[in-house]
């Protein structure tokens, strides 16, 4: 079975390391990407099973990155999970299209369930 391959906005370095290594250790093959402008370009290359989108990111942020990617007929079914610390995280990730989401700080293991349902 080929690894099941995650796609992770986020500027948050630390953040970005974290969750990469618990990725990696269960098998999962991560990159990540530190600005949202170019997130279809970067989609068409990497072909992620599922996107992590924070909402603070560089040049265009989550919710227009997560619309810009939901427009798209190509890429519209990948799930995004929404990730961020905002207290309207349930407004913000239906505003951006998302599937899902996971407030921050948030429980490593809920992320990980969280992703393992979207991959099934």
Known sequence: MSKKRILIFDDDK???EVITIIFEENGYHVEISETSHDILE?????Q??????DN??????GVEATRLLK??????TIPV???????DIVALAK???A???VAKPFNLEDLEDKVAQYLQ
């Open 42 to 46: 970067k989609v068409a290359r990497y």
């Open 95 to 97: 505003q951006a299209q």
């Open 71 to 76: 427009n798209h007929e190509e890429f519209k």
């Open 99 to 101: 599937d899902d989401y």
């Open 56 to 61: 603070w990111i560089p040049k265009i942020g």
């Open 14 to 16: 630390t953040i970005l």
């Open 81 to 87: 999970i929404y990730v961020t610390a905002n207290n």
């Open 48 to 53: 992620p099973d599922v996107i992590l989108m």
